[in-house]
């Protein structure tokens, strides 16, 4: 059984508290114990004992209550990881500040634990200079910053400024606790700083799987749903990359605040993958690329009465995007591969790896074991990465955002 992290949550005064609910029952669901402290302004958005009831635990707000516990540090102590959400213009203000007249800012000033935010608010007030300034002073302190995403507001407006979905801000937050866990963050320096190794790396990751039709209703397919490449865009994301990423019918939801270049066949992908790596320092392949195309897609659905018993396929070879990119590959720029094996025995697939790095001519390849039950679709993941000389680097076994950060460990 895990050991329950503490995670304190706190809750500022915008309407998104309403949605801060949400965060803390997927943090209580996750096993670990959940304090709110929430803003007297939060309160007007949301009951106390909604929070009390979901986050199992009392909810504080008041600086003069619990004197005699020290209950102004005590709280900020005992947190593995602090998440305010939402963060309001103010409150972004105050953290900037470093300032303390409430509770939420004092157990903020007292702990050394990683600090991710959620900003929400209206798009004018997200993009005027003194919170752009703020924000600022947040990430180069090291401050994980979630979204805002792009949408509908409270009124009738919509654009910048709309809290993060809460599974986002929930997957973002655990991304960080993990990592802060592996024990490659120690202290409450490096603890703050290396969540933020990749703070303005561009970081261009390929996820899921392509689809390569066939007539108007049928393709050629894979069954790689995307998991692996969706937690490699959160996890580097979490520790401060700017991430693009090009998504083949993924099977899960990506958030907002990555720029996501929508594709569906190999061709689609290799144009995306050629242009978005111009701008890229980083490139991650983690998509399932077919290596073959129909040579043609009929127009019309192809009917049993015209073709009889047999179906005969003539498929084109697609290009390798991976390895067009290596030999492309501009000064500085790091490629990191995935492979896709089906052989059961250890050293045979180290050997596939080995021969596959070498024709892809990429920096990284990670081996992926993969068959009906591993790999493609499930929630755990187990690879090796080796590197150019085809030396095992690294070992990685767990859920695919812990085998994410052991990935980005490679270039943090
Ligand atoms: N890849 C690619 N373009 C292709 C095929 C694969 O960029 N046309 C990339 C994948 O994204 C992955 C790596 O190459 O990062 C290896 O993919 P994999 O399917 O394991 O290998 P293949 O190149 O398809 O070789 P084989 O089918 O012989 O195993």
Redesign the pocket.
Known sequence: MKTPRTIVVGITGGIAAYKAVNIVRAFVLNGDSVHVVATTAALRFVGKPTLEAISRNPVHTDLYEGVAEVRHVAIGQGADLIVVAPATANSIAKLAAGLADDLLGNTILASTAPLVIAPAMHTEMWNNPATVANIAVLRSRGITIVGPGVGRLTGADSGAGRMEEPETIVAVALAVLDRQASGLSRGAEAATSAVQDLAGRRVLI?AGGTREPLDPVRFLGNRSSGKQGVALAQAALARGATVTLVAANLEVAVPSSITTVLVSS?MEMHEAMTLAAESAEVII?A???A?YRPKMVQLGKIKKEDVGDTLTLELVK?????AGLSAARRRGQLII?????TEADADRLLALGRD?ITR?GCDYLVVNRVSQHEGFGTERNSVTVLDRHGVIVNEASGSKMSVANCILDLIG
């Open positions: 390929s190999a392949m998509a399932a690329v290596d697609n290009p390798d995007i991976l591969g995935f492979a896709a094996e596959k892809k």
